[in-house]
C-alpha cells in the first residue's frame, strides 16, 4: 500500500471512530465444542459469531501491509496440534478500506483444529483468540479472547464457558448488577453535553491561541506564509497550498485523539480508570512540574532532532498534497517545546473530565484550528503580515506565566490522587493555599521583583506586564475566603479545580456541606422503598471536575438542595473508588446474552459496569431518576451546570412519581 493511500485511510479510520464513539461495541462472539474422533483423538471446532455488517479475517493473508489475521493459540497440559487449524473458504474480495484483496469471513464462522491427548492431559483447554474486527467504514483494535472446553473421554459435545472459572456465585452477582429498567426512550447524549463539547472546542482553541504567543510558533507565521506565497507558480497556487497547510495542522492534532478512541470503544470503562489512576496522575503531577521548570527557562523540553529532520526531508522530496502534509507535521514536531506542556494540560483535563475521548477529540481540534488559521489568514492577506508585532522579551513573559499556570494545573492532578486515595494530604483550604502562593509569585515575577535565567537584565518592565500583574493581586485576593469558614469560602468561579467543599481542614465546614447519600444502590434502593420516595442515582467521581461544579454550584441552590435532602433518595456511586470489595462481593461479571466476562474487584469497577450495562452511558456525572420498580421519571441527564433547568428536571420528576 503506497503512503498516500496510508494516510487516506488513517483518515477515514478517524472520521469512522466518531459514528461509533457513543456505542459499547462487542460485534464477534467466540465459543467451541469438541468431539472425541478417535482414540485419544478430538476435533475441537472453534466458532466466532460475527454481527451484521462487521466481519474477522482469514488466518493466512498474503499481504503483511493489510489488516491483522485471526490467530488461535491452545493451551493444556499433555496435548499435541496435529496439523494447522482449517477455516472455511470464506470470502475474497476488494477491501474498501485497505484498498487490496483479502479474504475475510462473516456471520457464523466455523474454525476446526485436531489435538491428541497425551498420558498426562489435564482438562480444560484453553483456546485463545486473536482477531480483528472491521467494516466497510471503520475497525476495531485487534483483541484477545479466551474460550475453555473439555476434551471429553466418551466423544460427547460440551459447550464452553467464556471463562472457566465462572461460578454459581459469579452469575448470582451478575444478575443482581443488571436491573430490568423501564419506561426507556433510549439514552442518546444530552443537549447540555453535546453543548460542554463545544465548550471544550472553545478552550481547546484559547489553549492555540496562547501556543501561538510562544517563542516557537509565533515567528514561524511570517516565514511559513512568505515561504507558500512564493514558492508555487502563481499566488494562487500558494494561496491554496498555504490553506491546505492550515487544513493539515488541525488533521495531525485531531490524529492525536484517535488511539483514545480505539481503547474507548473496546472498553468504555478503560479510559476512566486511566484518568482516575493514582499513579497516573502522579506522573502527570511530575511531567507538568517539569513542563513549568522549562517555562521559567532552566533547561528545554525538545523531540529528538532527527525526528523533525525526517519529516523535514519527506517534505522537501515530496511534492503536491502529500508534501504540505509533511510540512504541516514538522511543524507540530519543532514547535512542541512551547506548545508540548499547553497540550499535555489539555489532554490530561479531557481525561479527567467526563466524556473521554469525544472530549479530547473536541480540544484538539480546537487547538489545531487556532494553531492553522493565522497561517491560512496571512496567505490570504499577506499585506497585514507588517503589522505583527515583532518577536521580542514579551514572549518569554508568555513563557513565565505559562509555567506557573502549569504548576497550578499540576496541583490538580495531585490532588485527583489524594481524593481518589484518601490520603488527605490536599485538603481544600491546603490547596487553595498553595494556589495563593503561586498566585503572589506570578504577581512579584510581573512586578519584575525577581527575574528567571533567560530574562534580560535591566529589563523594563511594561504597562502591560503591571496591568496583568494587577488582574493577579485581585485573584489572589480572591482566593483568601477560601482558606476560611465564610460564606464565601465556595469559590464559585473555580468550582471543579480545588477538592469538594466537604474535604475540609474545618469539620463543622465538612458537615454542612455533606449530603446524606448512599454509597450502596442496594442499601439506597430498601431505604427508597421504606420512605417511598423515588431514587436519584448520581453516577460520579472523586476526580470528576463537573460532578464538583454542580454540587456547589447547583446542588447547594436552596430549592434544589431541598429536593434532594427531603424529597428523594440520593445514592451517590462513585466510579473511580480504588477501594477493594470484600472478597465475598469480589465477582467475575458475565455480560448478558454474550460470552464476555470481567472482573468486578473495586468499588469503582462495581458501580462502573453498573453504569453502563443499565443505562449505556460511561461519562459523569450522570444523573437518573427512577421509582423502585426501576421505572424511569425522567430521561437520565448528564452535566446541567443551569440551576433552573436542572430544577426543573427534579420538579417533573417528582410531579410523575406523585401521579
Request: aromatic letters at 14%; proline letters at 5%.
Amino acid at each position: 500500500m503506497s503512503q498516500i493511500k496510508k494516510v487516506s485511510v488513517f483518515l477515514c479510520l478517524l472520521l469512522a471512530m466518531f459514528s461509533i464513539q457513543a456505542q459499547i461495541l462487542a460485534p464477534v462472539e467466540w465459543s467451541a465444542t469438541a468431539v472425541k474422533s478417535a482414540e485419544n483423538e478430538y476435533e475441537v471446532s472453534i466458532t466466532a459469531s460475527v454481527e451484521e455488517p462487521w466481519h474477522i479475517y482469514s488466518q493466512y493473508l498474503d499481504n503483511n501491509e493489510g489488516p491483522i489475521a485471526t490467530e488461535f493459540n491452545f493451551e493444556a497440559e499433555g496435548i499435541e496440534l496435529i496439523g494447522k487449524t482449517q477455516e472455511p473458504k470464506g470470502i475474497t474480495a476488494f477491501d474498501k478500506t485497505f484498498e487490496m484483496e483479502i479474504t475475510y469471513h462473516e456471520g457464523k464462522v466455523h474454525f476446526t483444529q485436531k489435538i491428541k491427548t497425551l498420558s498426562n492431559f489435564k482438562n480444560p483447554l484453553k483456546i485463545t483468540t486473536f482477531s480483528m474486527v472491521c467494516n466497510d467504514e471503520a475497525c476495531l483494535p485487534p483483541e484477545e479472547k479466551e474460550v475453555f472446553v473439555n476434551l471429553s473421554e466418551t466423544g460427547t459435545t460440551l459447550a464452553v464457558s467464556a471463562n472457566a472459572n465462572i461460578t454459581d456465585k459469579d452469575v448470582l452477582l451478575s444478575n443482581k448488577l443488571t436491573l430490568d429498567i423501564k419506561s426507556s426512550n433510549g439514552f442518546e447524549i444530552s443537549k447540555t453535553a453535546s453543548k460542554s463539547l463545544w465548550n471544550l472546542f472553545f478552550l481547546g482553541f484559547i489553549g492555540g491561541f496562547i501556543a501561538l504567543l510562544t517563542p516557537c510558533v509565533f515567528p514561524m507565521i511570517p516565514l511559513t506564509v512568505s515561504f507558500f506565497s512564493h514558492s508555487a507558480g502563481s499566488s494562487r497556487a500558494g494561496v491554496f497550498k498555504a490553506l491546505l497547510y492550515g487544513f493539515f495542522i488541525v488533521i495531525t492534532y485531531i490524529l492525536v485523539s484517535v488511539p483514545f478512541h480505539l481503547l474507548d470503544s473496546v472498553n468504555p470503562d478503560l479510559l476512566n480508570n486511566v484518568s482516575t489512576n493514582t499513579w497516573l496522575n502522579i506522573t502527570f503531577f511530575v511531567i507538568f512540574i517539569a513542563f513549568a521548570i522549562s517555562f521559567f527557562g532552566y533547561f528545554e523540553i525538545t523531540l529528538p532532532s532527527k525526528w523533525s529532520n525526517a519529516m523535514d526531508s519527506k517534505a522537501t522530496s515530496l511534492g503536491g498534497g502529500f508534501g504540505v502534509f509533511f510540512m504541516a507535521l514538522t511543524l507540530v514536531l519543532v514547535s512542541f517545546s512551547c506548545t508540548g506542556p499547553i497540550l499535555g494540560s489539555l489532554l490530561g483535563g479531557s481525561l479527567t473530565n467526563d466524556g473521554g475521548a469525544i472530549q479530547l477529540t473536541y480540544g484538539l481540534a480546537g487547538f489545531g484550528l487556532a494553531l492553522a488559521l493565522p497561517f491560512a489568514f496571512f496567505a490570504l492577506f499577506p499585506n497585514l503580515l507588517k503589522k505583527l508585532p515583532k518577536s521580542g522579551g514579551w514572549m518569554t513573559t508568555v513563557k513565565v506565566v505559562l509555567g506557573f499556570v502549569e504548576i497550578a494545573f499540576a496541583l490538580k492532578f495531585l490532588s485527583n490522587a489524594d481524593l481518589v486515595e484518601h490520603w488527605g494530604l490536599l485538603k481544600r483550604e491546603v490547596f487553595v493555599g498553595l494556589w495563593i502562593v503561586i498566585a503572589l509569585g506570578l504577581a512579584t515575577y510581573l512586578f519584575g521583583l525577581f527575574r528567571f535565567p533567560h530574562d534580560a537584565p535591566n529589563q523594563k518592565i511594561s504597562n502591560t506586564r503591571k496591568v496583568l500583574g494587577a488582574i493577579v493581586v485581585v485573584f489572589t485576593g480572591y482566593l483568601v475566603p477560601g482558606l476560611f469558614q465564610t460564606e464565601e469560602a465556595n469559590l464559585k468561579l473555580l468550582s471543579g479545580f480545588p477538592p469538594p467543599m466537604v474535604y475540609s481542614i474545618y469539620p463543622k465546614q465538612s458537615e454542612a456541606f455533606k449530603l446524606h447519600s448512599f454509597t450502596s444502590f442496594e442499601e439506597g434502593l430498601q431505604e427508597a422503598k421504606k420512605t417511598n420516595k423515588p431514587i436519584l442515582i448520581d453516577f460520579t467521581g472523586w476526580a470528576c471536575v463537573n460532578c464538583r461544579k454542580m454540587e456547589e454550584q447547583v446542588w447547594s441552590i436552596p430549592k434544589i438542595k431541598e429536593i434532594i435532602d427531603n424529597k428523594v433518595v440520593l445514592i451517590s456511586l462513585y466510579v473511580d473508588d480504588r477501594k477493594e470489595l470484600p472478597i465475598e462481593e469480589q465477582f467475575v461479571f458475565k455480560y448478558p446474552n454474550t460470552k464476555n466476562t470481567k472482573k468486578i474487584k473495586t468499588i469503582g469497577n462495581k458501580w462502573a459496569t453498573f453504569q453502563t450495562i443499565n443505562f449505556k452511558n460511561n461519562s459523569q456525572p450522570y444523573y437518573v431518576l427512577m421509582d423502585t420498580d426501576f421505572n424511569l421519571l425522567q430521561k437520565p441527564i448528564g452535566n446541567t451546570p443551569n440551576p433552573e433547568e436542572y430544577y426543573n428536571w427534579l420538579q417533573s420528576a417528582l410531579h410523575k412519581f406523585k401521579k
